[in-house]
């Protein structure tokens, strides 16, 4: 096999390969990392290419394979657990009461909407259905749908200007 053909076969998934370097070891460094050794593995099995029935397959259990022994090697359990892609995600605790109390006030005036709204909202903002299947659900338009769930929302936008301005005009 030649470089062209292999280059055909490969270029399909390279990206596939990254992927599921980063979500089995997480830094971008790592699993670019990961991503050469695989290729270059490929590269080098390129004569039994045509034995596979499937390259893709092969390549994805080589990544993953790949990826768990580096996990589990000693070199591995020297690096600094350091990654650029790591972020604090603690919160002061004012900003977290901040979100739990917003959390309440919408969930009160969820409750406060008619059932038709309330249920629409639910199955689209919570449940994330699209609007064919809640329509499909509830035997009502997508029209329909759409002006309840806007009129829901801005139901639940004027509650909350009105309870976050504490009576400001």
Not at 25 to 37: G, K, R, W
Request: with cysteine; aromatic share 8%; charged share 30%.
């Amino acid at each position: 096999m030649n470089e062209i053909e292999y280059l055909k076969i490969i270029t399909p998934f390279k990206d596939k390969i990254f992927r599921v370097a980063k979500r089995l070891l997480v830094s971008v460094e790592e699993a670019e990392d990961a991503t050469q050794e695989v290729l270059l593995k490929l590269w080098n099995h390129r004569q039994k290419f045509k034995d596979y029935k499937s390259p893709e397959a092969f390549a994805m259990t080589m990544t993953k394979n790949w990826c768990f022994d580096r996990l589990k090697s000693k070199q591995a359990q020297n690096l600094k657990i350091v990654h650029n892609n790591y972020e604090d995600h603690s919160q002061s605790l004012q900003k977290s009461i901040e979100v739990n109390d917003s959390l309440r006030w919408v969930e009160t005036h969820m409750e406060a909407l008619p059932a038709k709204q309330k249920l629409i909202l639910q199955l689209r903002d919570i449940e994330q259905f699209e609007f064919h299947e809640i329509a499909k659900i509830l035997d009502m338009t997508e029209a329909t749908i759409r002006v309840s769930l806007s009129r829901a929302r801005k139901t639940i936008r004027e509650k909350l200007t009105q309870t976050h301005n504490y009576g400001i005009k």
